[in-house]
């Protein structure tokens, strides 16, 4: 187990997701002590760019996934296009199952593998986004009892996925966008003095 208790951070977007992930990764410090595994729905020809453009804006290390892939602490696993990833204990696999909900790689499939093997020591986050996709997931990781925490609708660029998470997850914390870094440090028992 990591920081906090917690073992995991696994985050979910798509349309409007490079604008949130850029904020919520540029927000977070180089030693933040837990693993954080994104789903953001795009094409299969996006090749590298995503990785590329977010590790520009993070100190985090940025990684597309590969099958096996090991889970460390200040890390961000991307699932790579068109494969969905999975969380596995001490590491991620990846998948070539059917689309769900029409998308691989899909935010469900992400969450409820994490919250099948880590259960309450794992955080969900799901940011903006044009479909329903993760609020299944989420649900899944509040009964198993993960955190649960949704971008607020109204800070994002759509907000059907969040607006959808809100309604499954009604007991979700509802943060704007800025807050949300500050919120997975303090879950990561990350102790921050004030700024001046």
């Known amino acids: 187990m990591t920081g906090g208790g917690r073992a995991l ?3 979910g977007t798509s349309w409007g997701g490079l604008d949130a992930l850029s904020q919520l990764l540029a927000g977070l410090p180089a030693d933040f002590p837990l693993p954080v ?5 795009r094409g299969r020809e996006a090749g590298e760019l995503l ?5 520009a804006v993070t100190r985090l290390a ?3 996934v590969e099958d096996k892939e090991p889970m460390m602490p200040s890390h961000v696993y991307l699932a790579p296009p068109d494969y969905h990833l999975l969380v596995e204990r001490g590491h991620f696999s990846l998948s070539v199952d ?3 909900r029409y998308s ?13 093997v880590y259960n309450r020591s794992v955080v969900g986050v799901v940011l903006t986004g044009a479909n329903d996709d993760g609020a299944r997931g989420l649900r899944c ?7 649960a925490i949704v971008q607020d609708p109204a800070t994002a660029a759509s907000p059907v996925m969040p607006r959808a998470a809100q309604q499954l997850v009604p007991e ?9 870094p500050n919120r997975l440090l303090t879950l990561g028992g990350v102790h921050r003095a004030p700024s001046a």
Not at 37 to 41: D, G, L, P, R
Not at 172 to 180: F, G, R, S
């Open 62 to 64: 940025v990684l597309d």
């Open 141 to 147: 990781i509040a009964d198993n009892g993960g955190v």
């Open 104 to 116: 691989r790689p899909s935010v469900d499939v992400l969450f409820n593998s994490a919250a099948d």
């Open 9 to 11: 951070v696994v985050v």
């Open 51 to 55: 990785r590329e453009l977010l590790q």
């Open 37 to 41: 595994a994104v789903v953001q729905h």
């Open 98 to 100: 059917p689309p769900v």
């Open 172 to 180: 979700a914390e509802v943060l704007p966008l800025e807050h949300i």
